[in-house]
């Protein structure tokens, strides 16, 4: 399991293991009558003068205890939010997306915020990229580096960090960077907190595939990629290994 998914998973047993309190304090504030409380069905005297249920009456036959019914089992509830959280873990393992599809519509409702940490920095690149989208300014994405596979990459390391650019761009902008990337084969998309002026945010960027990984590793940027990179966190006032040329061994 990688760190991306340890991450997303810890974040939805958080949120379950929220809404299992709530739930245990909703049932505790609207007690149910207990079975053995209720009323026992009337009985009649019979012969003898002894207190019996006439066993000939169906209906004044004792009961056994009454089912409350699915609705009421508080440990079935807790069953159906594991059997939900395991259904999310599994489809975010074996469908290939970084966060469950409900979290992803979820953020796709609202303005969308990108994170962009290579070339779609360059302002020129991005409005050719993204018509319309709008520069929010610098944002930093923790626990993760800059790495230089031929082109611009991250990698998770914890206590590491990565600054670049927030956009808020179109569900068509989506769909251009999508292509532009090379995603899903080139590029996986990644939704993941970003800190903009003091607060988090939940932003998509791209990282490379674990195969493009492998075949990239070590070759360096292209000189006019890095010069198209450069001018973008100049622009904006970025600081990361762009603005300062390294040195060829």
């Known amino acids: 399991m990688d760190s991306a998914l340890m991450?997303?998973?810890?974040?939805e047993i958080s949120r379950k293991y929220g809404e299992i309190i709530m739930a245990l304090r909703t049932r505790s504030a609207h007690k149910i009558t207990p079975t053995a409380a209720r009323k026992r069905p009337s009985v009649r005297l019979c012969g003898g003068g002894s207190?019996?249920?006439d066993r000939g009456n169906k209906n004044l036959a004792p009961q056994g205890p009454v089912r409350a019914g699915k609705g009421?089992?508080?440990f079935f509830d807790i069953f159906l939010i594991f059997?939900?959280?395991y259904r999310r873990i599994h489809a975010y393992i074996y469908?290939?997306?970084?966060?469950?599809?409900?979290?992803?519509?979820r953020a796709m409702k609202s303005p969308i915020l990108y994170?962009?940490?290579?070339s779609n920095m360059n302002p020129f690149r991005m409005a050719q990229r993204c018509p319309g989208a709008s520069a929010l300014g610098v944002a930093i994405l923790r626990n993760y580096?800059?790495?230089?596979?031929?082109?611009a990459d991250i990698d998770f390391q914890e206590g590491a960090e990565v600054h670049g650019v927030l956009f808020m761009i179109s569900e068509q902008n989506l769909r251009s960077l999508d292509a532009r990337e090379g995603y899903p084969k080139v590029y996986r998309r990644m939704w993941l907190p970003v800190e903009f002026n003091g607060e988090s945010y939940l932003a998509v960027t791209y990282e490379m595939t674990a195969a493009t990984k492998a075949a990239r590793s070590g070759k360096r940027y292209p000189e006019e990629y890095r010069k198209i990179c450069s001018e973008g966190a100049r622009f904006y006032r970025v600081k990361n290994n762009f603005t300062t040329r390294r040195k060829r061994a």
């Open 7 to 11: 991450q997303v998973v810890s974040a």
């Open 51 to 53: 207190n019996r249920p």
């Open 72 to 74: 009421h089992s508080i």
């Open 83 to 85: 059997k939900l959280l």
């Open 95 to 105: 469908a290939g997306s970084d966060i469950n599809a409900k979290a992803e519509r």
């Open 115 to 118: 994170f962009a940490y290579g």
């Open 145 to 151: 580096r800059l790495a230089e596979r031929l082109y």
